[in-house]
């Protein structure tokens, strides 16, 4: 036997409205929104769905190690600042500051936002570097590209450095640290800015990190074209006022 149970109009009405707004309120709290005036923290982190970190903003003591190829370096000392990490979660570049005194009472400090290559380490940089003694700077400030000679990335060449670190001959131990060096370390290419002797200009080197072209103004004002050679031979070439 079928039993038919009718309900008034009105209760229907109101749980379907209490339904209504339990799935709205639900929806809304997946999507609030905090507002705050001020945020003391020591780190952020921001994270995709599944957790892979993407950015990070920190203070120097619980700054992010970095990551390459799904792992976390080793705890290591590095500055305050933002991180940022790509979509396999591979470190990918970031901004840092510091200032830091010395005993002597010189003062270090500078700026940098580098952006790197894939897999490997920085190969765009914006940098502010200030070296300051006895009421005397001696800074670097510009634009740096560098390069790398090949794709095996940052990795492999930090285990080879590793390894020649077993070396117990000193003399053979740097030997081979310059031999990975050159084989597979930062080649810096172009530079635009002020160096530490004081020049302004353009810096170009080969694809190896050898200088070939300067063109800038040195430390007493004199305009100055320079080519290196393949022999390390520099010319110059005159630069003279017209009327």
Known sequence: MKTTVKLPLNL?????????????????????????????????????????????????????????DGKDFEKRERQAGLMFFNDLGDECGGLIYAARKKDDGS????????????????????????????????????????????????????????????????NKRNEKFREISDLQGSKRLLFVGKTRGNSQGLFISDKSGKPKLMIYVNEKGQPKIQTINEKGETRDFLITETN
């Open 12 to 68: 229907v009405l109101f749980s379907a409205a209490m339904l209504l707004f339990t799935l709205l309120n639900s929806f809304r709290l997946e999507q609030k929104i905090e507002n705050f005036d001020v945020i003391n923290a020591k780190r952020i982190n921001i994270v995709e769905k599944d957790g892979t970190v993407r950015m990070v903003l920190s203070n120097k003591e619980l700054q992010h190690s970095g990551r390459m």
């Open 107 to 170: 003062v270090m400090s500078g700026m940098s936002i580098t952006m790197d290559r894939f897999r490997d380490d920085q190969v765009l940089q914006l940098l502010n570097s200030e070296n300051i003694n006895n009421n005397k700077i001696m800074s670097e400030r510009g634009l740096i590209v560098n390069d790398f000679p090949d794709l095996q990335g940052l990795n492999p060449r930090n285990a080879a450095f590793a390894e020649a670190e077993k070396i117990a001959d000193e």
